[in-house]
């Protein structure tokens, strides 16, 4: 097992070395096949622990290489259409990972102890809200943002943030700065005041923490960071009691998830309520019209019109 680990390790990062080419477009759902194989054999026959440690373990590959897959980057299955890394995406994910991997150690060690009904795995109720308040939250995400389509930024606004796509023309041809501006007046066009970035290979991680439209991209958003920290906290400590569940229960006793406190649910479920209704709030001067002129100035290049 320790040299299968290491040998997808080692393919993985000459995926990453060769660049996402026809060949590693071909690979890579092998690689996926072989991961899902890993997981199921993780979770039959490595010890008590170590089982799910493994089963997670791959399933953290099989995201990235999804990511990779479709975006050219491992953390593709983090980064939404405006090419930003998403905090609401981020912890479904962590949920998703932590809830599936969990059940399916469970379920495997239950079906190779023979036990009937293996799958008769019973899911506390605060378990289901907390599911329920990171879907809610990345739907709701999604909707309360959409308001803000409509809204164009004006001159000034577009001026502000053109100064941080004019960073990417230095060296460009004079067809690749035609280019880059033409990217830029789409962006305004199909995300109005929301930020956005060109390409995949920008998002970055502190996307997670900054504001959502062009006026605070720049700024730190302090519901973003508590909604980080307490899906975190709150991810890590039901993680502790999964552990202790799997380590040291028998399989007949695997029947049920530990519960969780009404008063973590609680927070969570403030702490996305906050996140949600800070977003409601336009942040940057709108219902100004976007122009090619007025992109091209705020790029430091000649308008069109000229």
Known sequence: MHS????????????????????????????SILVIIAIFLSGLFAPKGWNWALVMFFM???????????TGRYSGIFINKRYKMSLSR?????????VLSAFLTIALERINAGIPDPLAIALPTQLWALLGISTT?????????????????TKAAIEARGKLFAKEEKGLSPLDKTRLKDAVES??????????????????????FTGDESGNSGLIDMAKVQKFFFT????????????NLIITAEPAGLSSFPELSDGLVALL???SAGYLTSKAPDRTPHNGEVSADAVAASLGLQPHSS
């Open 269 to 271: 479920g403030i702490s």
């Open 137 to 153: 939250s990345l739907v709701g995400t999604s909707l309360v943002l959409s308001t803000k389509v409509p809204k164009k930024p």
């Open 232 to 243: 975190l906290i709150i991810a890590f400590s039901y993680m502790v009691l999964l552990a």
């Open 187 to 208: 962006g305004y066009r199909r995300f109005g005041i929301l930020d956005f970035k060109l390409k995949f290979e920008d998002a970055k991680f502190s996307d997670l």
């Open 60 to 70: 953290i590959i099989l995201f990235a290489a999804i990511g990779r897959l479709i």
């Open 90 to 98: 981020f912890q479904l994910v962590i949920w998703t990972l932590i």
């Open 4 to 31: 299968a680990v290491i040998w997808l390790m080692n393919l993985l990062r000459a995926h990453q070395a060769e660049g996402l080419n026809s060949r590693s477009q071909a690979w890579l759902p092998i690689v």
